[in-house]
């Protein structure tokens, strides 16, 4: 998983509930993202992050919010979950600033809003 | 709008050759990445073009034509474990990734 990890693995919450999905890299990476992938759809782009501090929205951020507080950690949090919410997350991060640099993913958080 | 197009599903022989084609409308260009995503797990990097040509890796190669917004993944000597979803993936002028649907590459026997 490319130093990259996610918790929980598997989520159930009910509509209404929030939670806090947890990634955590140990390569001192300073950009980080977090995608959802639906069911027959591309990766979506969340939040991203250039270093500690630092955050922007990405293509899909409504109903969701992040933190980078430290290099390591990258939180990404959902605060009234809805249905529309249910997918599969995944952190990644790229080793260097360099467009050619690939990034690497966790292996992400499937999340199921009843 | 940016858009990425490749086709939902192909179907392959083990041991055969097989091109996965992706053609891309984006807001400026960085680069065409391939990843490959078995069910279930994450997608693993395969490969990166910028330039236009050929780039082989072992088995895999990828091509990419700028001027015609196309690339392609071609996999040879196909193995029952190449089955999986091969995502491509443009990046625009913001250095942000473009993610296609993928292609769901089925190998039989």
């Known amino acids: 998983n490319a130093g990259v990890t996610q918790t929980p693995k598997f989520r159930i919450l009910k509509i209404g509930q929030s939670m806090t999905l947890q990634c955590t890299q140990d390569m001192n990476h300073n950009y980080m993202y977090w995608y959802r992938q639906d069911p027959g759809m591309g990766l979506k782009l969340i939040y991203y992050s250039v270093g500690a501090g630092i955050t922007d929205k990405g293509e899909v951020p409504n109903g969701y919010n992040v933190s980078r507080s430290t290099t390591e950690d990258f939180p990404l949090r959902l605060e009234l979950a809805a249905p529309s919410q249910t997918s599969v997350y995944f952190c990644?991060?790229?080793?260097?600033?360099?467009?050619?640099?690939?990034?690497?993913f966790g292996d992400g958080t499937r999340l199921s809003i009843l | 709008g940016q858009n990425i197009d490749q086709p939902t599903e192909m179907t392959a022989t083990e041991g055969a050759i097989v091109q996965i084609n992706c053609t891309y409308q984006t807001s400026g260009f960085n680069g065409l990445f391939w990843y490959q995503q078995h069910a279930g797990e994450a997608p693993t990097f395969l490969s990166y073009n910028v330039l236009d040509g050929l780039e082989e890796k072992g088995r895999f190669s990828s091509f990419l034509s700028r001027s015609k917004g196309y690339s392609y993944l071609l996999l040879k000597e196909l193995q029952m474990k190449d089955s999986a979803s091969y995502l491509c993936a443009a990046l625009d002028s913001n250095y942000q990734l473009i993610w296609g649907a993928g292609t769901k590459l089925i190998i039989k026997p």
């Open positions: 990644a991060i790229q080793p260097g600033q360099d467009s050619n640099q690939p990034q690497h």
